[in-house]
């Protein structure tokens, strides 16, 4: 069975204290991964796709890197701001259209 | 560019009644798909409607039905509601003969009393 864990659940770090969260997924053949950013009682927000192992993409702190197993949100320097739950998905490539979404890590930015 | 765009944002229904929310993609994008986000968890995948029929289910029982219009904005309807029910609503718009990733609305906050 298809299954995205996220870990951990929860994490608080001091501003400008780097990390990684983590996204371990099983697909029957992956399609494509992606990151999410929610905010409380908001919809998620995009933040990348990631398609092959190896790939790496970046966006100002955040940067995610995938291999066969798993994918890694790291975040360099964070912010209050970047304060938010941040979600993990997988679409399976055998012809299928849903996000199988992980349960997200809740992440605390302390200034 | 408006975004995908849901209403109403809140909704008190109470058990037994039936509701209706409705997303409008963003520009560009053919295809909607819905998703239910109980607190504290992952959104479910319920379905998904692409040339205004349903193309994919998920585990959801028939109590929750859609339908997609032919300007590709879309609407869940849920019949019988259950406390259970309470959650929020995610309503996410792709384009449909491409490989894109789904871009979510604000989302819809119902509460079953």
């Known amino acids: 069975e298809d299954q995205v864990t996220q870990s951990p659940e929860a994490l608080r770090l001091q501003e400008g204290e780097s990390s990684s969260l983590n996204c371990s997924y099983t697909v029957s053949g992956l399609r494509g991964l992606f990151w999410y950013r929610q905010d409380p009682g908001k919809g998620p927000e995009f933040l990348f796709t990631l398609y092959s192992a190896g790939e790496e993409k970046e966006k100002e702190r955040l940067k995610a890197t995938l291999t066969k197993k798993e994918s890694f949100l790291h975040i360099t320097a964070p912010k209050p701001e970047d304060s938010a739950t941040y979600l993990c998905a997988v679409q399976a490539a055998s012809g299928t259209y849903k996000y199988i979404f992980g349960t997200g890590t809740r992440l605390k930015v302390l200034a | 560019d408006a975004g995908v765009t849901q209403s109403p944002t809140h909704l008190i229904k109470t058990r037994g009644q039936q509701v209706t929310l409705r997303c409008s993609p963003k520009?560009?994008?053919?295809?909607v798909s819905w998703y239910q986000q109980a607190l504290g968890q992952g959104p479910q995948f319920i379905f998904q409607y692409y040339e205004e029929e349903e193309r994919q289910r998920g585990n959801f029982p028939d109590r929750f039905s859609g339908h997609q219009f032919p300007n590709y904005s879309s609407e869940l309807n849920v019949n019988a509601l259950l406390l259970g029910d309470s959650a929020l609503y995610l309503c996410?718009?792709?384009?449909?003969?491409?490989?894109?990733?789904?871009?979510f609305g604000q989302g819809t906050r119902l509460t079953v009393v």
């Open positions: 996410a718009s792709s384009s449909g003969d491409k490989n894109t990733e789904a871009f």
């Open positions: 520009s560009g994008h053919d295809t």
